[in-house]
């Protein structure tokens, strides 16, 4: 039986995750679990898998959840904030961590607990691209594992299963295209949120399922290939494959191209990163090729998309640069989800504010340079929103 601990427990990975734990209860123990700010949810998985930590990441809401399990006998530790959800990363016996926690949250915690020395199973993707280049190096220190749970990524690693050092020539990751992959450019002035939430084959939480429409979420993934893999840009493309049933292909130095097939079910990567290295039996819906019918494939198009030519451009600027591209993705977008910027303004957004940042950016961060970067990035979105309107359409950064 692994000993795993869960951060981000009521958001779409969390859940699923708890899904599989439910399902194979001789297989996975739950250890520790934190959550944002749900406390009946998250009253709820206490109560179910009993694990002996458990934080609020909401310091205000720690009395109601201490309340909502009075009752339980034995008692789990309870805490609360940001301390509280890093004491949890690194409690206890836990052999892996996921880390389901949305956003650059959930850098601190990952860092502290790759520290304590256990396994991380990736599930949130900005850890790599704010905290790649002091993440990369406290992993080959402490000789922990980091197995990625996003389905793209974990395609790459499982197509890498037996392939020799050297051997890796090219990463192709597919993209639904969102919600608005077949939608003209002109329409996308007149997005709405409720639009932009419309993922056509996904069922994902609020900020990846626009980062989808945007396609962003396609190019952080360009940047956490590029520090998983060690792949250069170059060597990292995006195809359109509107049926989501190729997660992702690798092509060998011979010209030979491997692919990860299966349904859209984010349990699938989420098993294999927290089983690793076993293949579990499962009795969930097997693939059926006849079933699946065509699968297609076309290049993005990057007037639609040009969040992807930012994270690539970003990406080879390298340093802190990714750290202010996440961060002002996620302000933007959260900006977009309260419908206070156009749909159209978050690329517009997020390149003013790296626009700003080529004078500053740091080729060799540490941990408190990259957190600075990602706060004056935030703000820096604030402080740009009034003027959006104003600025030109984007152009992709060169």
């Known amino acids: 039986?692994?000993?795993?601990t869960l951060l981000g427990s009521t958001g779409s990975i969390g859940t699923q995750t708890l899904d599989i734990v439910a399902q194979y209860p001789d297989r996975f123990r739950l250890v520790g679990i934190a959550a944002g700010s749900n406390v009946s949810m998250l009253a709820a998985q206490i109560r179910q898998f009993r694990p002996q930590i458990a934080a609020i990441c909401a310091e205000e809401k720690l009395p109601e959840l201490k309340a909502a399990i009075a009752d339980l006998d034995p008692q789990p530790i309870l805490l609360a904030g940001e301390a509280g959800v890093i004491e949890v990363a690194r409690y206890g016996d836990a052999e892996t961590v996921v880390t389901g926690i949305?956003?650059?949250?959930?850098?601190?915690?990952?860092?502290?607990?790759?520290?304590?020395?256990?396994?991380?199973?990736?599930a949130n993707k900005e850890t790599l691209i704010a905290?790649?280049?002091?993440?990369?190096?406290?992993?080959e220190k402490h000789g922990i594992k980091l197995l990625p749970a996003d389905s793209e990524h974990s395609a790459i690693f499982q197509c890498l299963q037996g392939v020799p050092d050297g051997g890796l020539r090219k990463i192709i990751l597919t993209a639904s295209g969102g919600a608005f992959r077949d939608w003209p450019v002109e329409r996308l002035a007149d997005v709405k949120v409720a639009d932009a939430l419309k993922h056509p084959n996904w069922s994902m939480g609020r900020k990846i399922t626009v980062d989808s429409a945007t396609l962003m979420n396609k190019g952080l993934e360009v940047i956490e290939a590029h520090y998983l893999f060690g792949m250069?840009?170059?060597?990292?493309?995006?195809?359109?494959?509107?049926?989501?049933?190729?997660?992702?292909?690798?092509?060998?130095?011979?010209?030979s191209v491997l692919a990860q097939l299966g349904w859209p079910d984010m349990r699938l990567p989420l098993l294999y990163a927290i089983s690793y290295p076993e293949r579990i039996y499962t009795d969930w819906e097997r693939l059926d090729l006849v079933k699946a019918g065509n699968l297609t494939f076309r290049e993005p198009d990057?007037?639609?998309?040009?969040?992807?030519?930012?994270?690539?451009?970003?990406?080879?600027?390298?340093?802190?640069?990714?750290?202010?591209?996440?961060?002002?993705?996620?302000?933007?977008?959260?900006?977009?989800?309260?419908?206070?910027i156009g749909f159209l303004d978050i690329p517009r957004c997020i390149e003013t504010v790296c626009d700003r940042h080529h004078s500053h950016n740091c080729?060799?961060?540490?941990?408190?340079?990259?957190?600075?970067?990602?706060?004056?990035?935030?703000?820096?979105?604030?402080?740009?929103?009034?003027n959006l309107r104003k600025t030109p359409q984007v152009v992709s950064l060169r």
Request: glycine share 6%; with cysteine; aromatic share 4%.
């Open 232 to 255: 250069d840009y170059e060597n990292i493309q995006i195809v359109i494959h509107p049926q989501s049933i190729i997660h992702s292909l690798i092509e060998v130095q011979d010209t």
């Open 302 to 340: 990057h007037d639609k998309y040009p969040c992807m030519n930012l994270a690539y451009a970003a990406g080879r600027a390298g340093g802190s640069m990714t750290a202010v591209l996440n961060a002002a993705n996620e302000q933007a977008v959260a900006l977009f989800l309260e419908e206070k």
């Open 1 to 4: 039986m692994k000993a795993i």
């Open 131 to 139: 905290g790649g280049p002091v993440v990369l190096p406290l992993v």
């Open 363 to 386: 080729s060799y961060p540490t941990l408190d340079d990259i957190i600075t970067a990602d706060r004056w990035a935030r703000t820096e979105v604030i402080s740009v929103m009034e």
């Open 102 to 122: 949305v956003g650059c949250a959930g850098l601190l915690p990952t860092i502290a607990a790759i520290e304590a020395g256990k396994n991380i199973a990736l």
